[in-house]
Nanobody
């Protein structure tokens, strides 16, 4: 059973920063990639960022230059550092881990962590 847990969400002011973390204990290091998604109220889920096994990263145009995804092997986590936050970044942020053992198909979702950007 793969348990995926996100943390770090909260309420921040526009222009502020927030760091989200995602971990799947015992499985994070064995992932093909870890994807971050977000879903704002009344909107469809949107892909945000990906970090792959080789360490390469990618970002949606809406967050590129403001968000950074990275691995912390010591803590078996992946972080999403968010800066210059805007109200439109308000959403439930979820991570999905895609495992090597599944041949880089499917994935396992966390419950998500809420980010609210508002004065």
């Amino acid at each position: 059973q793969v348990q995926v847990v996100e943390s770090g969400g909260g309420l921040v002011q526009p222009g502020g920063s927030l760091r989200l973390s995602c971990t799947a204990p015992g499985f994070t290091a064995a992932s093909c990639r870890l994807d971050w998604y977000r879903q704002a109220a009344g909107k469809q889920r949107e892909w945000v960022s990906t970090i792959k096994e080789d360490g390469s990263t990618s970002y949606s145009d809406s967050v590129k230059g403001r968000f950074t995804v990275s691995k912390d092997s010591a803590e078996d986590t992946v972080s999403l550092q968010m800066t210059s936050l805007k109200p439109e970044d308000t959403a439930m942020y979820s991570c999905k881990i895609v495992l090597l053992r599944d041949k880089c198909t499917g994935g396992y979702w966390g419950r998500g962590t809420q980010v609210t950007v508002d004065a």
